[in-house]
């Protein structure tokens, strides 16, 4: 049987959430990845050091037994986010990043950011103690088209933060469009990006040709197929400025299939599986393992994981959910087929 053996790799975003959630999805990340860049976007975000440990002791406590998956703990910048939180982070060995969320952005983004230059000094605090800026790069302006977010956002606010704090490592996450794809290549080497499977898997053609799949709905939205076509060549290039980042967000099934259903793809159960499926259809299968185990590593500055994972090469279905009981969470191409799986 074919198989593809790859060191470890890590995801660099992840939503995990908390409580039955938690417990439900957590298993799945824990058995293909070493480290988790975790999402602070919680129902009651995450602001402070205190809050990101306490978090952290929940997540710790939520692992499967003899797991030693690593959850690196990100805050959330909000307006009252100060230059002592920034201190705070740097000096803590738990807290890796801050996450800036546009407000109304996205899922839980209501506490984010409405006026980005307000936050400045936090930025220039944030490069001071070297201090990774992750950022959902999209606009907010109700008016502003869906599909043009993201690379207003680039225009309008990021490359003039860029060039206000050049030495800010920065991480454009879950990139688009081939608007980010230009953006990061030419950037400096302190600017990286994260992809999605689903952003590498599947164009708007999924989310709206025969019907809406509200399974295919996350944010920012998939885009027409020339982007998705950059995405993968970015993530299949061997540029190390793009690395593997989930955005696995799980939602309760019922919140997803709803007149107003919440955005995100459930794609922690074969994480690896999927990212595998699309290097493959590129003939890229020999890049897979610098995109999911190196890259990032590299960009936040950790040692590259040592152990290894193996995928083989078969058919198997996708279930319709996972979870028990109120817990039901339907994962990305539930009921249809994955080609590769882990041993
Ligand atoms: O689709 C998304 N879901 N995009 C995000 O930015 C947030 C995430 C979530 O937390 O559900
Ligand atoms: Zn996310």
Redesign the pocket.
């Known amino acids: 049987m074919k198989t593809l053996t790859l060191i470890q790799p890590d995801d660099w975003h992840l939503?995990l959430r908390n409580g039955d959630i938690l417990k439900t999805v957590l298993a799945h990340s824990a058995r293909q990845f070493k480290r988790a860049m975790i999402?602070p976007?919680l129902k009651s975000p995450v602001v402070s050091v205190d809050d990101a440990l306490h978090y952290r002791q929940e997540i710790l406590q939520a692992r499967p037994n003899n797991s030693s998956f690593e959850p690196l703990m990100s805050l959330y910048l909000t307006p009252q986010t100060s230059v002592e939180d920034i201190q705070k982070v740097a000096e803590n060995p738990f807290i890796y990043a801050l996450k800036l969320y546009p407000a109304g952005a996205?899922?839980?983004s209501a506490s984010g950011v409405n006026n980005l230059t307000a936050i400045y000094p936090i930025l220039e605090a944030m490069q001071t103690h070297k201090v990774p800026l992750l950022i959902?790069g999209e606009v907010t302006e109700s008016n502003t088209d869906i599909f043009d977010r993201e690379r207003l956002f680039i225009d309008t606010h990021l490359i003039p933060m860029v060039v206000k704090f050049p030495e800010l490592k920065i991480v454009l996450e879950h990139v688009t469009t081939k608007e980010a794809v230009q953006f990061v290549e030419s950037a400096s080497k302190k600017i990286a990006a994260t992809i999605t499977p689903q952003h590498l898997l599947f164009n708007r053609n999924a989310l709206l040709v025969g019907g809406i799949k509200p399974h295919y709905y996350?944010?920012p939205i998939l885009k027409r197929e020339s982007h998705q076509q950059a995405l993968i060549i970015a993530a299949t290039s061997g540029n190390p400025k793009f690395f593997l980042g989930t955005?696995s967000?799980p939602?309760l099934t019922t919140l997803k299939e709803n007149a107003c259903g919440?955005?995100?793809c459930y794609s922690a159960f074969a994480a690896v599986e999927l990212y595998a499926e699309a290097f493959e259809k590129e003939n890229a299968l020999d890049k897979l393992e610098a995109f999911a185990s190196f890259y990032g590593a590299d960009f936040y500055g950790v040692a590259r994981n040592t152990e290894t994972i193996t995928l083989e090469k078969k058919l198997w279905k996708i279930p319709p959910y996972y979870g028990e009981n109120d817990i039901q969470i339907t994962p990305l191409k539930a009921n249809e087929t994955l080609n590769w799986k882990q041993t």
Do not use: E, F, R
């Open positions: 939503h999402m976007n996205t899922t839980n959902h996350c944010l955005d967000a939602h919440c955005a995100g």
